[in-house]
């Protein structure tokens, strides 16, 4: 079931305040060779991953894509810690380390992440 609430706070959030001249998805687009439109949309998936976070009492795991928009919003701390506020608890990014031990915890994240999109947003996008 979504909590709409929280949901309506994610997609109102704005990443690109306060305004500059290299705000945050500018700086997105420009490290990533990505177009706006593709940009924009790896933001939205951001937000919708963010929310699975937020909801979520077990780990959840991230696309390529998601977490090349989530590195980027870690160097913005500001933002981050008030993104954070509105889904109501600090979401910790925790590496892979790629050992045979953590390969299994991130193979059922990933697999956990897919259903809990699939229940709350539909499927998930080939691209991101």
């Known amino acids: 079931m979504m909590n709409k609430d929280i949901w309506g ?3 109102k959030f704005d990443f690109d305040l306060p305004r500059s001249e290299y705000d945050f998805t500018l700086r997105l687009a420009d490290e990533n060779y990505w177009n706006q439109n593709f940009t924009k949309q ?3 998936e951001y937000k919708k991953f963010m929310y699975l976070a937020a909801v979520s009492d077990k780990m959840v795991s991230p696309s390529e894509i998601v977490d090349t928009v989530w590195h980027q919003h ?3 701390t500001q933002s981050y810690s008030d993104f954070c506020k509105i889904l109501g608890k600090q979401i910790q990014h925790i590496p892979s380390t790629h ?7 991130f193979k059922l994240a990933k697999e956990r992440t897919k259903k809990l999109y699939e229940t709350h947003f ?3 996008p080939e691209n991101i």
């Not at 050992?99 to 915890?105: A, M, P």
């Open 42 to 44: 790896a933001i939205l």
């Open 9 to 11: 706070k994610i997609e």
């Open 74 to 76: 870690l160097i913005f």
């Open 122 to 124: 539909g499927n998930q």
């Open 99 to 105: 050992n045979k031990k953590d390969f299994q915890k």
